[in-house]
């Protein structure tokens, strides 16, 4: 059984509409729960082969980019696709605020030092996405200095793209239903209770003008050489499968081929 994410990609310049794609839609795969929970083990094993070639190889390099609203699952994501994947190649950087220095620099300037380097992956927890996202939406920025950045963002990924990195966008849509239940969940319960934050409720009353900023982000920023997928997230498994098969897909089509070792090596006996 394969899953049929091509449904979940942006195509470049298209009119999309963030409604277009019900956070619980799960029509790109043909199983149930149990099926594709099944999935996911396998999967795992293929990115870690993949992953492990791409290191082995030393030329090219992925980038992930996860962003979603507050308990949307960007950790969850990090946590079941990427479980088991040598953590000798793979990097996950947090985007917070930014520090006073941060700020005193141009937005790009705390991302680019680090993006992936040769046979490195690196997930992109929150991103320069922020940049139009929170900021539109708290106006930190005047709209015609966040407005440019679309255009920016699309020429720093693509200059990213023809230097070698593979870039893969992925937005986890939740309801906001879902997030109401995963945030109560958050508070109700004593081991959960850490991970939540006040002020995650003032970003939840603004809902719809996040949603209007992811909406025009995407719009804006998906390219053929860094496409965005709108992931339905209400369903952990599901929002995995769909995940990890992207991936997945990314990279054996990149084709990846282990070095040549050297001649002769076959039959020799390590004394
Ligand atoms: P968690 O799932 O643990 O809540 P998180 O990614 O939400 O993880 P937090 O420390 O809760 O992490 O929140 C980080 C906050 O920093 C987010 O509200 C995010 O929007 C904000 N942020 C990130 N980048 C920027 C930026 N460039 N300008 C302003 N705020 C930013
Ligand atoms: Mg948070």
């Known amino acids: 059984m394969t899953v049929d994410h091509g449904r979940y ?10 409604d277009a794609i ?5 029509s790109a795969f ?4 149990a099926e594709g929970k099944k999935l996911i083990e396998p999967l795992n094993v293929r990115l870690q082969e993949c992953q492990e070639a791409l290191y082995a190889e030393g ?8 962003q979603a609203m507050d308990a949307g ?16 190649g793979v990097r996950v950087v947090c985007f917070k605020r930014p520090t006073p220095v941060e700020l005193a620099h141009d937005y790009l300037w705390r991302v680019h030092p680090h993006v992936p380097g040769n ?22 920025v005047p709209a015609a200095q966040w407005r440019r950045r679309y255009a920016q963002i699309r020429a720093f990924e693509e200059m990213l793209a023809q230097e070698g990195t593979t870039i893969l966008k992925f937005f ?36 719809a003008d996040y949603m209007a900023a992811y909406e025009e982000a995407i719009r804006e920023t998906s390219t053929r050489h860094a496409p965005w997928y709108v992931v339905p997230a209400d369903r952990n498994w599901y929002r995995d499968l769909v995940v990890g098969s992207v991936l997945v897909d990314a990279l054996e089509a990149m084709d ?10 076959e039959g020799i006996k390590v004394e």
Do not use: M
């Not at 990609?9 to 963030?18: E, G, I, K, S």
């Not at 699952?73 to 000798?88: M, Y």
């Not at 139009?132 to 939406?137: A, E, F, K, Q």
């Open 30 to 33: 043909a199983g149930d729960k």
């Open 172 to 207: 986890l849509h939740v309801s906001k239903d879902e997030q109401r239940e995963r945030l109560q969940a958050r508070i109700d319960d004593p081991k959960k209770r850490w991970k939540f934050n006040r002020g995650d409720l003032d970003e939840r009353a603004r809902w």
């Open 119 to 140: 046979g490195e992956v690196a997930i992109f927890n929150r991103s320069h996405y922020e940049d139009v996202l929170i900021v539109r939406v708290h106006g930190l």
């Open 22 to 26: 019900d956070p619980a839609d799960r």
């Open 256 to 265: 990846i081929r282990l070095p040549e070792p050297e001649a002769g090596l």
């Open 73 to 88: 699952g960007k950790d969850g994501v990090i946590r079941a696709v990427f479980e088991g994947v040598n953590p000798q």
């Open 59 to 66: 030329k090219r390099r992925l980038l992930v980019v996860l």
């Open 9 to 18: 990609r942006v195509a470049p310049r298209t009119d999309f509409a963030l």
